[in-house]
């Protein structure tokens, strides 16, 4: 349809894609701080379970483990608990020998083989206790939640939310497209129908004439921006070609349009 077709396309269709595009890298840069907050909450729990599953590989003699029952004694031995529990190893004998002076029997070889027993025991419980200790955290460290599969789920979304962002930039142009397609043809079995209401138009500026019709140039004001119109365009003028050719005026959206084919203003498509 040439220039007159080619003007009245502003850049509304370009302003709703980038407002697609602008909105997906929002909510994708969203995603990617979740990613990066999940990776470093990943990070610590992750290494203790890869060393606690290693230590308890080796335990149990799995090949690649690298801990051993001997390295965990030694661990429970040196642990709090374990000097916690034999800190009352003094008091237990010092029971055991006032019992036996209480009864005569301090000199026996039974006072000899209960603190024997006793600090046996004694130790045993205490090594015991540690030991489970020991082992029962290294299970739990091995068994600490992992957030790989959200961390996959967010990496995916993103991957996503970037696809739709492409689609939905191309369908905002599209639509926009469409809709000034809409406007511009009107009644389509009337001929190219284009507003030219005076309402609609700023700056307006007589600039030739096309068949005997004054042309106009003049930028779309914020009313006409509301129903599609943007930019700048040229045409005449709808209340002109009212006052002498009623038939080639219709109304649509509460406004005049010109029907330019109709009016003979256009040739081929051309002014």
């Known amino acids: 349809m040439g220039g007159i077709v080619d003007s009245i396309f502003g850049g509304g269709g370009d302003d709703a894609a980038d407002a697609a595009t602008d909105a997906a890298e929002i909510s994708a840069e969203s995603q990617r701080e979740a990613l990066e907050y999940l990776k470093e909450r990943e990070a610590i729990p992750s290494q203790f379970s890869d060393e606690a599953t290693t230590m308890l590989g080796g335990l149990y003699g799995l090949e690649g483990g690298e ?85 996959a789920s967010t990496m995916a979304g993103i991957g996503s939310t970037e696809a739709a962002g492409i689609t939905a930039a191309a369908q905002a142009q599209q639509t926009a497209n469409q809709q000034s397609i809409n406007n511009l043809l009107g009644i389509g079995s009337l001929g190219v129908a284009m507003f030219s209401d005076r309402r609609l138009k700023k700056n307006i500026k007589l600039i030739g004439s096309v068949k005997g019709w004054p042309w106009y140039s003049w930028d779309w004001n914020i009313v006409a ?47």
């Open 67 to 151: 801990g051993s029952q001997q390295a965990l004694i030694d661990q429970a031995i040196a642990s709090p608990l374990y000097g916690a529990l034999m800190g009352g190893q003094e008091a237990g004998e010092d029971a055991i020998l006032r019992s036996a002076a209480a009864t005569g029997g301090l000199r026996s070889g039974n006072v000899q083989s209960n603190l024997y027993d006793y600090n046996t025991q004694l130790q045993n419980s205490a090594l015991l206790n540690s030991y489970n200790q020991q082992l029962s955290g290294l299970h739990g460290l091995s068994g600490l939640g992992s957030n790989a599969n959200q961390i």
């Open 225 to 271: 921006q509301r129903i599609g119109m943007k930019g700048s365009s040229q045409g005449i003028m709808a209340d002109e070609v009212y006052a002498r050719r009623q038939d080639c005026v219709i109304m649509k959206d509460f406004f005049m349009m010109v029907l330019y084919g109709k009016l003979g203003v256009l040739n081929n498509g051309h002014a």
